[in-house]
């Protein structure tokens, strides 16, 4: 009977450690779990914070470029380019046309968006013509806009603290000291604001100065001269007309010529005077 007894009450005991140490180990998964779900979220936010920043860094390319091509039609390979300009969403910065004794020709800068850019030559390339010329530039200013973003956002953040000092400002003295920093950086911000507007622009759309030319037969042209008749008359004309500008131009200056006359006049008794005594 006692070892029954004693067997029943080792049971229990037994029974009822087994059951601490399940408690105290699901005590401590769930600690562990506290632990490591916000050290993994935070691993995980960082992670995400790496890729944002990757994306928002983006390349900012410049491209530029220089194409001449002779045609034998001139004027319907004309069209065709602004059927193109139009269709890759481009546009005319600068046109003009020349029309010479050996060549006519287009020089046209043309604006095209830089996603299209490359897309927009090689289809001016497979149309007719002799490529003369070609030069494609890409220049990367990605630093030049991380710089400038930069002091941007510095500039107005101090611009702010101006702000939030003039509101605190005691005397007439502070206020104008304040308002002359403020004067500055709005300047600053202004300049930088605008220096970021053009290089977007130019990365945004890509310039191609293009000249399309058509070569032509020498012809000699003589300059028309006109009748003699028509010669002889405007040569009397010219003459007579310079003669009587010369006139009124003597007319206009005589009281300088009496005066030239009479200084002559005395000069010549004087040295005739001086003459006789010596």
């Not at 029943?8 to 506290?34: G, M, P, R, W």
């Not at 953040?157 to 403020?182: C, G, S």
Request: glycine residues 4%.
């Amino acid at each position: 009977m006692r070892n029954v007894l004693s067997i029943f009450i080792l049971t229990i005991l037994f029974a009822s450690c087994h059951q601490k140490q399940t408690d105290n180990a699901s005590y401590a998964v769930a600690d562990i779990e506290e632990e490591v779900i916000p050290t993994t979220q935070q691993e995980s936010t960082q992670s995400f914070d790496k890729i944002e920043k990757q994306e928002v860094i983006k390349k900012r390319i410049i491209k530029d470029g220089r194409l001449g091509i002779r045609v034998e039609e001139l004027e319907n390979t004309k069209l065709r380019i602004d059927s193109l300009i139009k269709y890759h969403g481009g546009y005319y910065d600068n046109e003009s046309f020349n029309n010479k004794d050996w060549e006519s020709s287009y020089n046209l800068k043309i604006r095209i968006p830089c996603a299209n850019f490359e897309a927009f030559i090689s289809d001016i390339e497979t149309g007719n013509g002799e490529i003369q010329y070609k030069e494609i530039d890409s220049k990367d200013v990605t630093d030049q806009f991380i710089d400038l973003e930069t002091r941007l956002e510095n500039k107005r953040n101090y611009l702010n603290r101006y702000n939030d000092l003039l509101k605190k400002a005691n005397n007439v003295k502070e206020i104008l000291e304040i308002e002359e920093k403020i004067r500055g950086l709005e300047e600053e911000i202004e300049s930088t604001t605008g220096r970021l507007k053009y290089l977007s622009d130019l990365v945004d759309y890509s310039t191609l100065d293009l000249t399309i030319s058509k070569k032509k037969d020498f012809k000699y042209n003589p300059d028309n001269r006109g009748k003699f008749s028509e010669k002889l008359k405007q040569s009397l004309s010219k003459g007579w007309f310079g003669f009587v500008d010369f006139l009124l131009f003597v007319i206009k200056i005589w009281p300088f010529l009496i005066i030239v006359a009479l200084i002559l006049y005395f000069g010549r008794k004087y040295k005739k005077t001086k003459r006789k005594i010596n």
